[in-house]
């Protein structure tokens, strides 16, 4: 593939809730500061069934999904300084933002107040359609590229692109690690990866999950206990006890109930985004001076210290690869929880 080749396989959605099919799409050319990447793999994470279907909005179809890339470098610009042809690299959930806010400035990219560019689903600053993972290429700016360290398999990469740096980023923030007592909701696709490194982060690590059916894999993971939240008495008998949770769902939760979980000072955060609004109690926060937070994914920097912090660590998602013609299948298994953890798309079968 070369600077002059302007389509490239893929699958999208061609409508709102339309089943995701084979097509082509196009592909800029390789720019100055541009790197063509040969993909290799794409993490399908609950957020592209949210936007395929428009749960989070009116989407922009025909939408190719994909923010979990992991893949090989073939072709660099003449400005481009980080990287060249053979590097293994990652695209996250960015591809571009206005790099003048005082977040982009500081390295918070997430959240960048002039407009950042998501790697699909958004437009580009020329107005053109921005197209994910599940394709054979991609082109992006090498500011937007991270370097997929030697010690993480390409396919178990690839989830960290989100589901790893959407819950390292508050693990680090609200400073998960010894001494600290952490809560996981929910042992999914984000959580497992939750349960990895609040583990390795040193932290006493509980999952809360519905029922106790995934308690052996959650043990495994690095988890110290398991407590099914199903079970009312489960909220009486940790009452008062963390001092951060975590919530990687994307249904609605009782949140009051889930606060009375936290130390005084405590702080219950949201990554999980449900498509409909839930309630709270202020009473909840005041008592205990705590903290109701939401967290979005990572800004470029942190995500290549979340990528080198696995690869110290030898963590990697744990995965179940499938070919593009199955990807409307695993929709379906991701909607009903069958799937440990992640499903990553194998992109040579595209």
Not at 63 to 81: K, L, Q, S
Not at 179 to 200: P, R, T
Not at 235 to 257: C, H, M, R
Request: aromatic share 6%; proline share 5%.
């Amino acid at each position: 593939m070369t600077t002059n080749v302007s389509t490239v396989p893929a699958y999208a959605a061609p409508a709102a809730g339309a089943p995701l099919e084979r097509t082509t799409i196009p592909r800029r050319p390789v720019g100055e500061h541009d790197v063509l990447i040969d993909i290799k793999f794409a993490g399908i994470c609950h957020s592209d069934i949210h936007q395929a279907r428009d749960g989070w909005g009116t989407g922009i179809y025909p939408m190719v999904p994909g923010h979990e890339i992991a893949g090989i470098v073939t072709e660099v610009g003449p400005g481009v300084t980080r990287f060249k042809a053979g590097d293994r690299v990652g695209v996250g959930c960015l591809v571009d933002s206005c790099r003048d806010c005082d977040n982009c400035v500081a390295g918070l990219e997430q959240y960048c107040t002039g407009g950042s560019v998501g790697t699909y689903n958004a437009r580009d600053k020329n107005g053109e359609p921005t197209y994910g993972g599940y394709s054979s290429h991609i082109v992006v700016d090498e500011r937007f590229t991270v370097r997929i360290p030697e010690g993480i398999a390409l396919d178990e990469a690839a989830p960290l692109l989100c589901a790893g740096i959407t819950l390292y980023s508050p693990l680090r923030h609200w400073q998960a690690g010894p001494g600290k007592k952490v809560a996981i909701v929910g042992l999914g696709g984000l959580g497992h990866m939750g349960v990895k490194i609040a583990h390795a982060l040193g932290a006493e690590v509980t999952v809360l999950s519905q029922s106790l059916r995934k308690q052996a894999d959650g043990l495994k993971l690095g988890a110290d206990h398991y407590h099914a939240t199903s079970d009312e008495a489960t909220f009486e008998e940790l009452a008062g006890t963390f001092d951060l949770i975590v919530s990687t769902v994307s249904a609605p939760l009782p949140v009051d109930k889930y606060l009375g979980l936290l130390r005084t000072d405590g702080a219950f955060v949201n990554v999980g985004a449900p498509e409909e609004p839930v309630s709270l109690n202020l009473f909840s926060v005041i008592g205990g001076r705590k903290t109701l937070a939401g967290s979005g994914i990572g800004g470029l920097p942190e995500t290549q210290e979340m990528l080198d912090f696995c690869a110290e660590h030898g963590l990697g998602a744990e995965i179940e690869v499938i070919s593009a013609d199955q990807i409307n299948e695993a929709y379906e298994r991701v909607l009903a929880s069958d799937v440990r953890y992640r499903f990553v798309i194998d992109t040579a079968t595209i």
